[in-house]
Each structure stands twice: as structure tokens, then as C-alpha cells.
């Protein structure tokens, strides 16, 4: 369904990604792993269109992203939750739900996407008049997720969801996240917490200093003395 081959993203004269190839077929869930400034965020803002390609493709099915004009992304069934959340805080909860469906085919389902975002996160459902910005960080994170759900995406990008997050609250995010792909959306995963991330995921990739330094099934990357390498400094054998 999703293939980037030989990706290269640039911050002005510097290269953050290059040579990066992953996969995503559909329905698949697999995580991005790597430390802080590995390139996890740029690839996925790459993937969703905020961020442009200097080289390499970006293809959704038969459409090549990367000749794209950036809003077409949400129109080929990407979504994104960013890193932070990035609400509307002075808007509604409700409001910022509807925000994620302001696409043609979207706006027409709104109704029961709201009710399938209310039902995934019932804690949603009794704040959907309240301000986003009054909200509790889980509670602000439900509402992200509830948001790139009302677009109905095929595939929907997540950036660190468990960040700052207390633990019974992320094992409610993943949770939540689990029963989206059960459904068949793709999800693609970027997250620091490699247990959970591996523990979900059945495709994993290894990020290190802008390349892709490992890939496969979660075990293999698990195993993979790189892990080591890139999260503890241990030099393979070490």
C-alpha cells in the first residue's frame, strides 16, 4: 500500500533522511524505532506531506505522492497525529474533531465517525463541549487521534502518542490504537517506548542518524545488535 524508496529529506543544506526505503502493506501496523534525532519525525512529516522530498518516491497504491501538492496527502487516505497533539485549544472538542473531516467523503460520514470516535474514547464523549485546551493530556491525545480518525484515512501516521503520558493512560492509547488497525486502517508508528511499540507492531524499522540500520519482524529487530548500538552506545559484541 505505502512505499518510500530512497527518501531524502534536507533541513536547507543538511540531509536528515537519505537512502530511507520502508514498506506498509495494508492493514499492516509496524513502528519506526530510534533515538532523539534519528530522523523518526521528519520521515513521518515526510510521509504526510509536511515536509518535501529533495529525492526519492513516496507512492500510496498507484499514486506517487511526492508530485503531489501537500493537501492531496489527506486526500489519498494519510492522516497524521503530530508530536504534541497540535489542537485547537480555544476551540471545542466537537470542533476539533469536526476539523479532521472537512474532506468531501469525510463530511459526509461526520455523524458516524464522531460516534466511532466517542466509542473508542468514551472519556470523549462527556467533553465533546468543552474547551480542547481544559482537557488533561490523555484526554488531549483521545482528542488527536479522534481527529485524523474523522478523516477516515487508510493509513494513519502516529508520533509519539505516549509521550508525556502517565502509564495507565498510554496502555489505554495502544489499546485504542490496537482496535484502529484491527479495523484496517495501516498504522505507521513512530515512539520511544520500544517494548510497547514492538509489542504491537508486526513490521518494525531501526532509524539511526537519518538511515535505516535494521528491519523486519519485531524479534529480529529486537535481536538486532543494533538496538543496542543506537539506544545504549554498545558496540556490537560489546
Same mark, same amino acid.
Given at each position: ?38 530522523? &523518526? ?85 462527556? &467533553? ?111
Amino acid at each position: 500500500m505505502l512505499e518510500v524508496r530512497d527518501l531524502r529529506v534536507d533541513y536547507g543544506a543538511a540531509p536528515a533522511l537519505w537512502g530511507v526505503s520502508l514498506d506498509l502493506r495494508v492493514a499492516e501496523f509496524a513502528c519506526v524505532l530510534g533515538p532523539n534525532g534519528a530522523g &523518526k519525525t521528519t520521515l513521518i512529516n515526510a510521509i504526510a506531506g509536511l515536509h518535501r522530498a529533495r529525492s526519492g518516491r513516496i507512492t500510496m497504491g498507484e499514486l506517487d505522492l511526492t508530485s503531489m501538492a501537500p493537501h492531496r496527502y489527506c486526500t489519498a487516505g494519510i492522516a497524521i497525529v503530530p508530536e504534541g497533539r497540535r489542537l485547537f485549544t480555544r476551540m471545542s472538542v466537537r470542533e476539533n474533531l469536526e476539523v479532521g473531516s472537512y474532506r468531501r467523503a469525510a463530511r459526509a460520514d461526520r455523524r458516524r465517525s464522531m460516534d466511532y470516535v466517542c466509542t473508542l474514547f468514551p472519556a470523549v464523549r462527556d &467533553k465533546l463541549d468543552a474547551q480542547a485546551g481544559a482537557l488533561s493530556g490523555g484526554q488531549q491525545q483521545m482528542v488527536a487521534i479522534g481527529r485524523a480518525l474523522m478523516a477516515r484515512p487508510r493509513l494513519l501516521l502516529l508520533d509519539e502518542p505516549s509521550l508525556g503520558l502517565s502509564p495507565a493512560m498510554v496502555d489505554v492509547m495502544f489499546r485504542a490504537i490496537r482496535e484502529v488497525n484491527a479495523t484496517g486502517t495501516a498504522v505507521l508508528l513512530v515512539e520511544q517506548n520500544v517494548t510497547m511499540a514492538l509489542e504491537l507492531a508486526g513490521r518494525a524499522y531501526l532509524l539511526d542518524e537519518g538511515r535505516i540500520v535494521a528491519a523486519g519482524s519485531p524479534q529480529s529487530v529486537f535481536d538486532n545488535p543494533d538496538l543496542r548500538r543506537v539506544y545504549l552506545g554498545v558496540a556490537p559484541g560489546g
